[in-house]
């Protein structure tokens, strides 16, 4: 994970006074259970996105897991109803606090060994690879786009995806478990199960939110009835979840890839089903590939060297370059006055790729027009300077580089030995 854009939970020192059992007072010999379990679970790394009702509990269970690293994202705030629903929360308690925060105190207290991570903001807003050093991540969150995005990002990234999600008026339970892994086969993502009114909402950009409140950029005076539930239902989506994690962490049973886990309350039944590839889905399914460096870091390597590490050198097609979060190369800037003046380099594109390069001769500042700003940069387009090292094109302190063919992405890491993980 980047871990500037995150912020580490940390608890008083007197704090760790407080006795906590092992994890193998508690934990069960299930059937099958591998020898090396302990070690697995004290290496696991697993993020969570979203903090509410379902994810709260997530939160609980990960902790008393005690996994190595937790990361928590939510961009809420709890509201007076929220005690309604949210496990470990009283009327009045922590109200208008970040629900990220908040849940990574409580994962803290909880597990004082696992190192937690609370990021107080929607994914989007996360750099590209942030998944990049998860082993899980567990999705419970209320908006479709989000959900999109981390499915997109799962899917890149190869991690395994977990979606949890319930509906209250039938009282069903639903966990859905993606791979994200194997080349052998066309491999769903999250949006290939969604219906076509749920895809309209994506479009529109509506919110569902437990509280009720429906807001989107082309529907911002529209009000639906709310997503309502009940605590238990919350929890046996989480439980559910978890259940799939164990079965994933420690080999126990039949994997659950690409699955989806349905419990109705009403019948008490729970059936599993397969998730497959919709051909008609807009969403990239590539998997990206990890690759070695072929330097000692990435600002020392030039834009060839990585794309003869890629294997495309010589290959047929155009080759996309995306170098680091937040940064496009700039082939030209001009000034209001007419003057152009050459770059050739990578700029930030935090605010669009308008940032001023330089000041010109009639006292305006040089602006990098979008027309001439490239992210992804194809080849053809820094042919002139991809032989120079990253450190001299803007690049100094990049920790990634995407380079792609067609349906191919090789992704380079800084500290990334190009091994998949476990």
């Given at each position: 994970?980047?871990?500037?854009?995150?912020?580490?939970?940390?608890?008083?020192?007197?704090?760790?006074?407080?006795?906590?059992?092992?994890?193998?007072?508690?934990?069960?010999?299930?059937?099958?259970?591998?020898?090396?379990?302990?070690?697995?679970?004290?290496?696991?790394?697993?993020?969570?996105?979203?903090?509410?009702?379902v994810g709260r509990s997530l939160v609980v269970h990960a902790s008393r897991?005690?996994?190595?690293?937790?990361?928590?994202?939510d961009p809420g705030r709890f509201k007076p109803t929220s005690f309604l629903t949210y496990p470990h929360l009283l009327p009045g308690e922590e109200l208008h606090e970040s629900k990220?925060?908040?849940?990574?105190?409580?994962?803290?207290?909880?597990?004082?060994e696992?190192?937690?991570?609370?990021?107080?903001?929607?994914?989007?807003?996360?750099?590209?690879?942030?998944?990049?050093?998860a082993d899980f991540i567990?999705?419970?969150?209320?908006?479709?786009?989000?959900?999109?995005?981390?499915?997109?990002?799962?899917?890149?990234?190869?991690?395994?995806?977990?979606?949890?999600?319930?509906?209250?008026?039938t009282l069903v339970a639903q966990v859905r478990c993606l791979a994200n892994r194997h080349h052998e086969r066309p491999r769903p993502c999250l949006a290939c199960g969604y219906t076509r009114q749920e895809r309209a909402s994506l479009d529109q950009q509506i919110r569902f939110s437990c509280e009720g409140a429906q807001t989107g950029r082309t529907v911002a005076e529209s009000r639906t009835?709310?997503?309502?539930?009940?605590?238990?239902?919350?929890?046996?989506?989480?439980?559910?979840?978890?259940?799939?994690?164990?079965?994933?962490?420690?080999?126990?049973?039949?994997a659950p890839d690409d699955t989806l886990l349905e419990y109705a309350g009403y019948t008490h039944r729970a059936t599993i089903s397969p998730l497959v590839r919709d051909p008609n889905c807009p969403c990239d399914h590539a998997v990206f590939q990890p690759a070695s460096s072929?330097?000692?870091?990435?600002?020392?390597?030039?834009?060839?060297?990585?794309?003869?590490?890629?294997?495309?050198?010589?290959?047929?097609?155009?080759?996309?370059?995306?170098?680091?979060?937040?940064?496009?190369?700039?082939?030209?800037?001009?000034?209001?006055c007419g003057r152009s003046v050459r770059v050739g380099r990578f700029v930030p594109t935090a605010a669009g790729p308008v940032e001023p390069i330089e000041r010109c001769a009639c006292g305006g500042a040089f602006q990098v027009h979008r027309f001439y700003a490239h992210r992804p940069a194809p080849a053809s387009v820094v042919e002139a300077v991809r032989n120079r090292p990253l450190r001299e094109l803007g690049a100094a302190s990049v920790d990634w580089v995407l380079v792609r063919q067609g349906d191919r992405p090789?992704?380079?890491?800084?500290?990334?030995?190009?091994?998949?993980s476990p």
């Open positions: 994970m980047a871990r500037a854009t995150f912020e580490e939970i940390r608890l008083p020192p007197a704090s760790h006074a407080d006795a906590h059992a092992p994890r193998s007072a508690r934990f069960p010999q299930f059937v099958g259970l591998p020898a090396d379990a302990d070690r697995r679970l004290d290496g696991l790394r697993v993020a969570i996105v979203g903090a509410g009702s897991l005690m996994v190595s690293i937790l990361w928590i994202i990220a925060v908040s849940a990574g105190r409580l994962a803290k207290r909880l597990s004082p696992t190192r937690v991570w609370v990021f107080d903001g929607g994914v989007e807003a996360l750099p590209e690879t942030a998944f990049a050093d567990l999705l419970a969150t209320d908006q479709l786009s989000a959900e999109v995005e981390t499915g997109q990002r799962c899917a890149h990234l190869g991690t395994r995806l977990i979606h949890a999600s319930v509906h209250g008026p009835a709310p997503t309502m539930s009940v605590s238990f239902l919350c929890a046996a989506a989480a439980d559910l979840a978890m259940m799939q994690l164990i079965k994933w962490a420690l080999h126990l049973g039949p072929p330097r000692p870091t990435l600002e020392e390597c030039s834009l060839s060297e990585l794309i003869e590490a890629a294997g495309f050198n010589g290959a047929a097609g155009e080759t996309l370059l995306t170098v680091g979060d937040d940064l496009a190369f700039a082939e030209s800037a001009q000034c209001a090789v992704l380079f890491r800084s500290g990334c030995d190009g091994r998949e």
